[in-house]
């Protein structure tokens, strides 16, 4: 039985605690602002993120992984004698997957023993999935079975969200079906989630507390009846009330693992500070 490992990329956002039990490697996307690049998640974190965004007169921008970075990841796995289980952000919302694809052809024949999947989603909802791969790898599953596990993942895990405004999503061309939203009264805080690895807009909702109980109704009617539900919020420098709504969440759906994430860099970028969501996952 081959050993192997499993990478996934930075827009998970993973708290260190799950990467470092479960051994799971990140390709970082990148942070473009003005002149400077900055690595997701290694040369920039969320504090200082959200910090400079507030006074800044140059709004930052993305780039997908490069091919590069995904070639030196798997290359540096490889050659420790690991076969490759790549597990990445929908290929609807960022380059990344073909980057990885890429990737995998620039090392010839070594690029056999990579295996990659597109989750069609990202932020933590893409974490949920990339830990219920490496629990069963641990647990004794084939690369083969965890290949399957992971292809079939996104028919069990869901994500809502509420921003603040659309004016991120839509300045960084990633609104898809939210764009019916555009124009709306501004005081509507819109409800979006990601299906079939694109935006699209579900709710508007008059207040942002409102919102937040929506995405806990919205929630509860996916994962009611389900066995196993892990439940996880996300947030845009707004960690209070990400918290809050993971405890009411938690006492509702009694889940059997909460995880509190925020929103990396990259992802923060496109839906702007204040975003709350909810993500779930059930066997």
Request: hydrophobic share 40%; no cysteine.
């Given at each position: 039985?081959?050993k192997f490992a499993?990478?996934?990329?930075s827009?998970?956002y993973?708290p260190?605690?799950?990467i470092?039990?479960h051994n799971?490697?990140?390709?970082p996307?990148?942070?473009?602002?003005?002149?400077?690049?900055f690595?997701d998640?290694?040369?920039?974190?969320p504090?200082?993120?959200?910090?400079?965004?507030k006074?800044a007169?140059?709004m930052?921008?993305?780039?997908q992984?490069?091919?590069?970075?995904m070639?030196?990841?798997?290359?540096?796995?490889?050659?420790?004698?690991?076969?490759?289980l790549?597990?990445?952000?929908?290929?609807?919302?960022?380059g990344?997957?073909?980057?990885?694809i890429?990737?995998?052809?620039l090392?010839?024949n070594?690029?056999e023993?990579?295996?990659l999947?597109?989750?069609?989603?990202t932020?933590?909802?893409?974490g949920?999935?990339?830990?219920?791969t490496?629990?069963a790898k641990e647990?004794?599953?084939?690369l083969?079975?965890c290949i399957?596990l992971?292809?079939?993942?996104?028919?069990?895990?869901?994500?809502y969200?509420?921003?603040?405004?659309?004016?991120?999503?839509?300045?960084?061309?990633?609104?898809?079906?939210?764009?019916?939203?555009?124009?709306?009264a501004?005081n509507?805080k819109?409800i979006?989630?990601?299906?079939e690895g694109k935006?699209?807009g579900?709710?508007r909702i008059r207040t942002?507390s409102k919102?937040?109980?929506?995405?806990l109704?919205?929630?509860?009617e996916q994962?009611?009846g389900k066995?196993n539900?892990?439940?996880?919020?996300l947030h845009?420098n707004?960690?209070?009330?990400?918290?809050s709504?993971?405890?009411r969440a938690?006492?509702?759906i009694?889940?059997v693992?909460?995880?509190?994430?925020?929103?990396?860099?990259v992802v923060?970028?496109?839906?702007?500070p204040g975003?709350?969501?909810?993500?779930?996952?059930?066997?």
């Open positions: 039985m081959s499993i990478v996934t990329d827009t998970s993973l260190t605690e799950f470092q039990k799971i490697t990140i390709a996307l990148v942070l473009i602002w003005g002149d400077e690049s690595l998640g290694v040369d920039i974190q504090a200082e993120f959200y910090s400079r965004l006074t007169k140059v930052p921008s993305t780039s992984a490069t091919p590069a970075t070639q030196s990841t798997f290359q540096g796995l490889v050659d420790q004698g690991f076969d490759v790549g597990i990445f952000i929908s290929s609807k919302l960022s990344t997957m073909q980057s990885a890429q990737g995998r052809e090392m010839g070594a690029g023993k990579v295996n999947v597109d989750s069609q989603s932020s933590i909802a893409l949920l999935q990339v830990l219920a490496a629990r647990n004794g599953a084939s083969k079975e399957e992971a292809e079939k993942a996104h028919e069990r895990t869901g994500i969200f509420a921003v603040d405004t659309l004016e991120f999503l839509h300045r960084g061309g990633r609104i898809g079906g939210a764009q019916r939203f555009i124009g709306s501004l509507l819109p979006l989630a990601l299906k935006v699209e579900v709710e942002k919102a937040h109980e929506r995405m109704e919205l929630v509860s994962v009611y066995s539900v892990r439940l996880a919020t845009a707004a960690p209070e009330d990400a918290k709504l993971l405890d938690a006492s509702v009694s889940p693992e909460t995880i509190h994430s925020e929103l990396s860099p923060g970028t496109h839906t702007g975003t709350v969501g909810m993500a779930f996952m059930f066997d």
